[in-house]
């Protein structure tokens, strides 16, 4: 598969101006420098279909060098980022009405920062491009198919998935391991892309931000380790909201709109029902699961949801031949969705 079988991917991919940033300064061992370079050339591919890959520039192993480089070239450095971020969240403290889509991309990239900063990217040039264009796909089908979506692999074994502001969204190679096959991993991206579609990440800060809660905040989880590049006060509600997890209002949400999204763009209606029962059978020492599990709802609570939601109006999607990730990576020349790939009905 390839940029020119998919023009809206192509416009999609030229206003993705963090997808090589995020390769620039991360923390790759010896071993994956020449991985980390066809990853920065792959990026920028994507960023620029019609010019050749150029080699990501090399920045400074440092924090403060993955935070100047994710929040791009364009925006000021020093005081004035800080004070950009400062504004930035002024507005989270007031009303969401005031953030318009440039605002809500420029502070889904400082979030982006938080993430990036704890775990660099997964050093596989053909992983990377397959779950980036796969999530590119889905996000077609959604309410919001201009943003700059952005998909990337975090390395870290966990079973995890993040999504920021904007359109950034990360899972981990843990989670890459652990799903049975491609259905399964474009429910968890559907899933992803409907916290985005509906400013879930926005909402919960607005209202940490507006409860008073900034102080607490940041004195028991703000370490400003990102050389004051950006705002400590919207670092800090970032991170709180990480750790703490969304509404389950919102989780629910995301799964029933995430079942939707993932079927219209052609997977299996069950796949995330498939990952919920993994997810539900996981010992509670599991230190895998461990995050995912303490910021989400508990895993039956979504599947007696998503069963009264569902019913059985999707089962005509479902029973397809399932496509394992491995394989999908094997047929280099095939699209993600050329099949819709499915699983017979999960049972519970």
């Given at each position: 598969m390839t940029l020119h079988h998919f023009p809206q991917l192509a416009a999609a991919a030229r206003?993705?101006?963090?997808?090589?940033?995020?390769l620039a300064g991360l923390p790759f061992n010896a071993q994956a420098q020449d991985a980390g370079k066809a990853l920065g050339g792959l990026f920028q591919s994507l960023i620029r279909p019609n010019q050749p890959a150029q080699p990501a520039p090399s920045q400074p192993n440092t924090a403060s060098g993955?935070?100047?480089?994710?929040?791009?070239?364009?925006?000021s450095p020093g005081g004035q980022q800080a004070a950009q971020g400062g504004d930035l969240f002024k507005l989270?403290?007031?009303?969401?009405?005031?953030?318009?889509?440039?605002?809500e991309i420029q502070i889904g990239q400082q979030l982006a920062a938080v993430l990036l900063g704890s775990k660099p990217l997964y050093p596989d040039v053909a992983l990377q491009r397959y779950v980036n264009q796969l999530g590119r796909w889905i996000s077609l089908q959604s309410s919001r198919p201009d943003l700059p979506w952005t998909f990337a692999i975090l390395d870290d074994p966990g079973f995890n998935a993040f999504a920021a502001?904007?359109?950034?969204?990360?899972?981990?190679?843990?989670?890459?391991?652990?799903?049975?096959d491609e259905g399964e991993l474009a429910g968890i991206l559907?899933?992803?892309?409907?916290?985005?579609?509906?400013k879930h990440h926005l909402i919960?800060?607005?209202?940490?931000?507006?409860?008073?809660?900034?102080?607490?905040?940041?004195?028991?989880?703000?370490?400003?380790?990102?050389g004051g590049m950006v705002s400590s006060q919207l670092l800090a509600l970032g991170k709180n909201m990480y750790s703490k997890g969304l509404d389950q209002q919102d989780e629910f949400?995301?799964?029933?709109?995430?079942?939707?999204?993932?079927?219209?763009?052609?997977?299996?209606?069950?796949?995330?029902?498939?990952?919920?029962?993994?997810?539900?059978?996981?010992?509670?020492?599991?230190?895998?699961f461990a995050l995912s599990?303490?910021?989400?709802?508990?895993?039956?609570?979504?599947?007696?949801?998503?069963?009264?939601?569902?019913?059985?109006?999707?089962?005509?999607?479902?029973?397809?031949?399932?496509?394992?990730?491995?394989?999908?990576?094997?047929?280099?020349?095939?699209?993600?969705?050329?099949?819709?790939?499915?699983?017979?009905?999960?049972?519970?």
């Open positions: 206003h993705t101006a963090l997808a090589l940033a995020l993955l935070a100047g480089a994710l929040l791009g070239a364009s925006l989270l403290s007031q009303s969401l009405d005031q953030i318009d889509e440039p605002r502001p904007g359109g950034y969204v990360f899972v981990t190679k843990g989670l890459i391991d652990r799903v049975a559907a899933h992803e892309i409907t916290h985005v579609t509906a919960a800060m607005n209202k940490t931000a507006r409860a008073g809660l900034l102080t607490q905040v940041i004195s028991s989880q703000l370490k400003n380790d990102l949400d995301a799964d029933r709109t995430g079942v939707a999204l993932a079927t219209r763009a052609g997977f299996d209606p069950y796949g995330l029902v498939a990952v919920l029962q993994q997810l539900r059978t996981a010992a509670p020492d599991d230190a895998s599990l303490s910021t989400h709802p508990p895993a039956q609570t979504r599947l007696n949801q998503l069963e009264q939601a569902m019913g059985t109006r999707l089962d005509a999607y479902a029973g397809q031949p399932a496509v394992t990730v491995a394989q999908r990576l094997s047929s280099a020349n095939r699209r993600p969705t050329a099949q819709a790939p499915g699983r017979a009905p999960a049972k519970k």
